[in-house]
């Protein structure tokens, strides 16, 4: 599994953006995936995630109702579609790839087994 995330960029509050992510090694077929995020002096935090069918979604209530997660199976990518932005949605956007999950709860980084390298998001008041 080797994901690199990409999409990020400055947007003025009430925009959107959408974020790519995609698994080079195409092995990631059968995991789980995720978006995380994590804002300067902060902790890394749950954005979304995704299960391997595609078919169960969870997002951390900060987002829910803007923001969208999907994946392409055949085309070994996941997305975020981001909408009505906040300024509290600034950040480094981290795509993530996990062996398990209960569909029910968020994921949880130090459970995380692959990472993308991050793509910052900056939403202007």
């Known amino acids: 599994v080797q994901l690199q995330a990409s999409g990020g960029g400055l947007v003025q509050a009430g925009g959107s953006l959408r974020l790519s992510c995609a698994d080079s090694?195409?092995?990631?077929?059968?995991?789980?995936m995720g978006w995380f995020r994590q804002a300067p002096g902060k902790e890394r935090e749950f954005v979304s995630a995704?299960?391997?069918?595609?078919?169960?979604?969870y997002y951390a209530g900060s987002v829910k109702g803007r923001f969208t997660i999907s994946r392409e199976v055949a085309m070994n990518t996941v997305y975020l579609q981001m909408h009505n932005l906040k300024p509290e949605d600034t950040a480094v956007y981290y795509c993530?790839?996990?062996?398990?999950?209960?569909?029910?709860?968020?994921?949880?980084?130090?459970?995380?087994?692959?990472w993308g390298q991050g793509t910052q998001v900056t939403v202007s008041s």
């Open positions: 993530a790839a996990e062996t398990s999950w209960d569909l029910k709860t968020p994921l949880r980084s130090a459970e995380i087994d692959y």
């Open positions: 090694g195409r092995t990631s077929r059968t995991y789980v």
């Open positions: 995704i299960s391997w069918s595609g078919a169960s979604t």
